[in-house]
C-alpha cells in the first residue's frame, strides 16, 4: 500500500482532515461537531495521511505557541487503519515540522488511554487527570532535542 502524509493548505486538503477527525471524534467518539471542529481549525497547520487511492485516513494539526511551543491536536486514524503505525508518521512528521520552525517544546492533552502512546515517543504526563468533551485527559509534553 502507497501512503503519502501531507501538509495540506487548501481547503479540500482541510476538509479531508475534518472528514476524518468526524468520523473518529464526532461519529465514534461523541465529540459534539462544534467542539471538535473549532476557532482554531483556521490557523493551525493540518497533516493528513493518505493511502493509496487519495483517501484521508489519518489527521492531525499544530498550533504554534508563544515561547517556541507547539501544540498538538485532534491525531487520530480511521479505525481499519489502526494498528499500522499511521500514528507514529503523523506524530514523526509533526515533530519534523516543529523541528523546521524552530519549536523547543511540544504540547498535547491526550485522551488518558493514549497516554502510552506518546509516552513510547517521549512524551512525559504533566497534569492530573482533566475531563475535555466528557473524556478524561492528561496534559503532556516534550522537549526538543537538536543535534
Do not use: W
Amino acid at each position: 500500500m502507497q501512503i503519502t502524509m501531507k501538509i495540506v493548505t487548501d481547503d479540500h486538503g482541510r476538509q479531508d482532515a475534518f472528514s476524518v477527525r468526524k468520523k473518529v471524534f464526532v461519529e465514534e467518539q461523541g465529540v459534539p461537531l462544534h467542539l471538535e471542529l473549532d476557532e482554531y481549525d483556521t490557523d493551525a497547520t493540518h497533516f493528513v495521511v493518505y493511502d493509496n487511492e487519495d483517501h484521508p485516513i489519518g489527521a492531525g494539526r499544530m498550533r504554534g505557541l508563544v515561547n517556541a511551543h507547539g501544540k498538538i491536536e485532534r491525531i487520530c486514524v480511521l479505525p481499519e487503519h489502526r494498528g499500522k503505525h499511521f500514528g507514529n508518521m503523523i506524530m514523526n512528521t509533526l515533530e519534523e515540522h516543529a523541528r523546521v520552525n524552530s519549536m523547543k517544546k511540544l504540547l498535547l492533552n491526550a485522551q488518558t488511554y493514549a497516554v502510552p502512546f506518546y509516552e513510547k515517543l517521549g512524551y512525559v504526563v504533566t497534569s492530573p487527570e482533566f475531563m475535555d468533551a466528557d473524556i478524561p485527559h492528561r496534559a503532556m509534553e516534550k522537549v526538543l532535542i537538536y543535534d
